[in-house]
T-cell receptor, first 110, second 112 residues
């Protein structure tokens, strides 16, 4: 079983839509969680950390569900510029090792 | 404030050759991790360096080795290149081993 799993998509949504991605992880001892965004042929960029209590940054909300071992990312009022691949990142049983999901592709259309 | 810089940006090598990729971390960062990203996949963890030592290693063979220098910069070496080593190699730095990473733009390695 992979350490981190994501639905590859693509998610095709109109501008202004709300879209949510989930990511499941296998190691119940994981403590650190992040969402990264990666544009085509570019490096991943940190979008936000995911805290136990959930956190929000503008149109983006991240949640952690430890009981079901998944994290989620909600994007409200989607913009064309949100089109990218969203990568979920979880640390392993050692804080020094991080695992990436394969990414979920989002296409926001006019 | 310079971010993470990697060199070279692109590289073409022949099977069996050796390659060295370089990374300078973001100012104030002391931890460097290397990742391999194949087309259409998420980055795969190769190893992490902190205080000039390899602290963690992913599931990569010994052909992949690295080094961290006193100024926190790092090198990734790959020996006996295989076609399957063709990928984007990403360097990421962080303030501590458990903090969010800042990635460099990567080195795109093609093995022919």
């Amino acid at each position: 079983r992979k350490e981190v799993e994501q639905d590859p998509g693509p998610f095709n949504v109109p501008e202004g839509a709300t879209v949510a991605f989930n990511c499941t992880y296998s190691n119940s001892a994981s403590q650190s969680f992040f969402w990264y965004r990666q544009d085509c042929r570019k490096e991943p960029k940190l979008l936000m950390s995911v805290y136990s209590s959930g956190n929000e940054d503008g149109r983006f909300t991240a949640q952690l569900n430890r009981a079901s071992q998944y994290i989620s990312l909600l994007i409200r009022d989607s913009k064309l510029s949100d089109s990218a691949t969203y990568l979920c990142v979880v640390n392993g049983d050692n804080f020094n090792k991080f695992y990436f999901g394969s990414g979920t592709k989002l296409n926001v259309k006019p | 404030d310079a971010g993470v810089t990697q060199s070279p940006t692109h590289l073409i090598k022949t099977r069996g050759q050796q390659v060295t990729l370089r990374c300078s971390p973001k100012s104030g960062h002391d931890t460097v991790s290397w990742y391999q990203q194949a087309l259409g996949q998420g980055p795969q963890f190769i190893f992490q360096y902190y205080e000039e030592e390899e602290r963690q290693r992913g599931n990569f063979p010994d052909r992949f080795s690295g080094h961290q220098f006193p100024n926190y910069s790092s090198e990734l070496n790959v020996n006996a290149l295989l076609l399957g080593d063709s990928a984007l190699y990403l360097c990421a730095s962080s303030r501590t081993p458990n903090y969010g990473y800042t990635f460099g733009s990567g080195t795109r390695l093609t093995v022919v």
